[in-house]
């Protein structure tokens, strides 16, 4: 896809800095199924794109993303076929993150929930505001964490914090997410763009080649490791998605009510 045809992503240009914009502002950028198939090409168009050398990735509005759209999954088929696009497609997404050699700073502007998390600790390095949360609430629509998450979580943050985090769906503060290593860096809010900006200046105006060969490199243990735990995970996400837990969940969610689980 060229840039310009993308409809629930805009981008923006300073330099040579490309901004990558999930906007669905008035969804707090939730993945319905257009966003998260959008994703799964963007990161993939915007490595070939060369007018860049960095690629810094934010949300539209006062979310960065709520992750996916509860609404929708009531809408969604349960059938072996919308399983096999939505996992080829969340596979796109994390791998072409991980292959996207362009270093990508993701400039978290506000709450960053399960997909939403993933994409921006997937990043290579994470700014976020004072205000924003960052948590994978999977488990609390009666879903397993199939998209990444399991992946990624304990890689930075160690087994035991992770699953705490994976097995409840609770969120942290930025400033506590920055404390344990979850992301790099909790700026004041005001400073948010100033701070990640200064830092993409900096990766774009040094040793390009240098730059992206690192992070290849520092990905290629990644990339395995999110091979062999996908494979897996995915299946095991689609398997709770017709659990009955999960459609308690999206019903409890859509009628604005506490869901009761029963392990079914």
Known sequence: MKLSEYETIKFARRGRVLEVTLNRPDHLNAFNWQLHEEMAQVFADADRDADSDVIVLTGAG???SAGGDIEGMRKKLDGPSTFQKTAREGKQIIFS????????????????????????LFCDVIFAADTAKIGDPHVRVGLVAGDGGAVIWPQLIGYARA??????GDALTATEAARIGLINHVVPEAE???RANQFADRLAAGATKAIRWSKVSANIGLKQLAHSIMDSSLPYEWLSSISADHRE???AFCDKRKPVFTGA
């Open 62 to 64: 006062r979310a960065f």
């Open 97 to 120: 993150l991980l292959d996207c050699e362009k270093p990508i700073i993701a400039k978290v502007n506000g709450h960053a929930m399960g997909l939403g998390a993933t994409i921006a």
């Open 163 to 168: 699953k705490e985090y994976l097995m409840t």
């Open 192 to 194: 948010l763009e100033e």
């Open 249 to 251: 969940a999206v019903n």
